[in-house]
């Protein structure tokens, strides 16, 4: 129950999560789509500070600053829209999917390709402990629990979808 830090306070942090997961995504686009890899770098580094700026203020404009970032990032010419890009999903065990040490030379070899890797996301993680628990442990949650559980998936959901619709006018998220 993320150590009963409430709805609203898990919220908050997956927020943060969302954001990587589909920064990353971005980045990867970038690196096999830009038609200027540095330049365009150069506009994914600053416009990702904005929004780590943003989520350590609280994210209370995170939506706002997504907006803008999704506008700075549709300015990036590209080779080819991310619809027509040829696509691979890196997925796998979470910790090497996730640590540039172990996975960014194959990123970047893809990227020389035009081939754009899309990450399988940190939340495809959570939300599999999450079932995981529920499942092991649906016998003890009450009431309370089981609410508490529901709504922060609806919220979460919600939030992720509107996250996702936002950056992906942007042209270089799918």
Known sequence: NYCGLGVMATIRAMRGIFVGDMMDD????ILALAVDRESALAVFEREFEKLL???????????????????????????LPIEKAKKVVMAGEIFVRRDELSSQAVVEALAEREIVVQRAPVME??????????????????????????????????????????????????
């Open 26 to 29: 971005i980045k990867n686009a």
């Open 53 to 79: 700026q943003e989520l350590r203020r609280g994210g209370k404009n995170i939506f706002g600053a997504l907006k803008k970032a999704s506008r700075e990032f549709a300015k990036i010419p590209l080779k």
């Open 125 to 174: 993680w959570i939300r599999f402990i999450d079932a995981r628990i529920r499942y092991e442990e649906k016998k003890k949650f009450n009431l309370k629990s089981t609410l508490e559980i529901l709504v922060r998936r609806t919220l979460t959901t919600s939030v992720e979808k509107r996250m996702k619709k936002i950056l992906a006018k942007s042209g270089l998220l799918h």
